[in-house]
């Protein structure tokens, strides 16, 4: 797999379990940095969406595998590539390394909806535009 963006995370203490291991929710938190970091990469930030566009992303669905533990002061790197997109739904694939080591992969599905009544709403085309030059070839 291709990564597309990817950006640097140092484990915290606040980060860990009693064990000294991340504590498995905050993978996803990575995750989410990674996500608006990469937006605001593409010129697209968060707070902006529904303004610019009318739309939100909700995450839909969140299916994460762990593979080996992270621990304090690791340095991980987290990265988002585009797996597929859709009229109304965006497939995320994400990668947690620590070196070479694979630690933690998930796949987001966000799915459109209106900023106004939160109902599912397709992505316009500008934004679409935007985001599909991210797609994993």
Known sequence: ???AFSIPVRVYYEDTDAGGVVYYANYLRYME????????????EIRDLAARFG????VRAANVEYIKPAQLSDLLTVSVLVAKFGRVSLDLDQLIHRGDDLVCQGRIRLAGIDA??????????????ELTTWKTP
Not at 33 to 44: A, E, K, P, T
Not at 55 to 58: D, E, G, I, N, W
């Open 33 to 44: 940095r990674c996500r608006s970091d990469w937006l605001r990469s593409v010129g697209l």
């Open 116 to 129: 106004e009544t939160f109902l599912p709403k397709p992505f316009p085309d500008e934004l679409t535009n």
């Open 1 to 3: 797999m291709t990564v």
């Open 55 to 58: 739309v939100l992303f909700a």
